[in-house]
């Protein structure tokens, strides 16, 4: 699969499917990091972001998929992210005709403890 800029910017690759949705990983480096020790919210966001998109973008044969708009993105963050490696994976909570719902979560050590959750609604333009 073939990452945006802003997903290679962070380090993103993809590193597994599950149910044919791309499983990400950031690593930890220090154009991640926030406050010392920590990754930096916005980095959280930006992969819970290309998590639940490239799940979206799997779910298409590249010939016929949409132009995705977002129409709004909620993200709880849940506990610190440390200095390790981050995991991301999205899923798709509902796909319709014009609108489609997605669900991603980051976790680092224990995937039942995800560091962050997040929503996004998307307008697809066929």
Same mark, same amino acid.
């Given at each position: 699969?073939?990452?945006?800029?802003?997903?290679?910017?962070?380090?993103?690759?993809?590193?597994?499917?599950e149910e044919g949705a791309p499983?990400?990983?950031?690593p930890w480096s220090d154009g991640v990091m926030g406050r010392p020790g920590f990754l930096h919210g916005g980095a959280i +966001?930006?992969?819970?972001?290309?998590?639940?998109?490239?799940?979206?973008?799997?779910?298409?044969?590249? +010939?016929?998929r949409p132009r995705i708009k977002p129409i709004n993105v909620t993200v709880d963050y849940r506990r610190g992210?440390?200095?390790?490696?981050?995991?991301?994976? +999205?899923?798709?909570?509902?796909? +319709?005709?014009?609108?489609?719902?997605?669900?991603?979560?980051?976790?680092?050590e224990d995937r039942l403890k995800p560091i962050a959750v997040a929503r996004m609604n998307v307008l697809l333009a066929r």
């Amino acid at each position: 699969m073939n990452l945006p800029p802003y997903a290679r910017l962070l380090g993103l690759r993809v590193v597994g499917d599950e149910e044919g949705a791309p499983l990400l990983l950031m690593p930890w480096s220090d154009g991640v990091m926030g406050r010392p020790g920590f990754l930096h919210g916005g980095a959280i +966001g930006g992969l819970l972001e290309m998590a639940a998109l490239t799940a979206l973008h799997a779910r298409f044969d590249a +010939g016929s998929r949409p132009r995705i708009k977002p129409i709004n993105v909620t993200v709880d963050y849940r506990r610190g992210g440390r200095e390790a490696e981050t995991f991301a994976l +999205g899923t798709i909570a509902r796909l +319709g005709t014009r609108v489609a719902n997605l669900e991603a979560s980051a976790w680092q050590e224990d995937r039942l403890k995800p560091i962050a959750v997040a929503r996004m609604n998307v307008l697809l333009a066929r």
